[in-house]
């Protein structure tokens, strides 16, 4: 079993709230989604193990066990080109589960017109594997999900 942290705070929605059908409609994997709280922050790792893919708006963070946890940091934020993102991490390094990985604003997303929702996404899980979803508030580093 994997314990999924979330990456920032905010409330707790379901994939089916994001606004864009690769994630609402589970097609990369099952997970949830954080409508972070609007102010800078911190997005951290949701598992201990290596950051296998980092972009600015996005990562990925696979496990000891083979698991990947992918983070995207609001929605079409690829557009941004990095603008308003700071990497704290490097691809390929290791994390510890709660180190944070990319500093950013949602307030800044949001102010060029695109939606700082962040999903939260076990990599080529079946839906049936995520369970003990958080529901409403949750602090970065606080259990968003298990992974069994």
Do not use: Y
């Amino acid at each position: 079993m994997t314990t999924v942290l979330a990456p920032v705070a905010g409330a707790a929605v379901g994939l089916w709230a994001v606004p864009d059908p690769v994630f609402s409609e589970g097609l990369v994997g099952p997970g949830l989604a954080i409508e972070p709280l609007r102010e800078p922050g911190r997005a951290v790792a949701p598992i201990a193990g290596k950051i296998v893919k980092l972009h600015p708006h996005a990562f990925v963070v696979v496990g000891d066990d083979g698991r990947g946890v992918l983070v995207h940091l609001g929605i079409d934020t690829v557009q941004l080109k990095g603008e308003g993102f700071e990497l704290l991490a490097s691809e390929g390094d290791r994390v510890g589960a709660g180190q944070p990985v990319v500093a950013w604003n949602p307030v800044e997303v949001e102010a060029g017109g695109r939606c700082p929702v962040c999903p939260v996404v076990a990599l080529d899980a079946v839906k049936e594997a995520v369970t003990r979803i958080a529901e409403g508030p949750v602090n970065a580093g606080d259990e968003l999900f298990r992974w069994t």
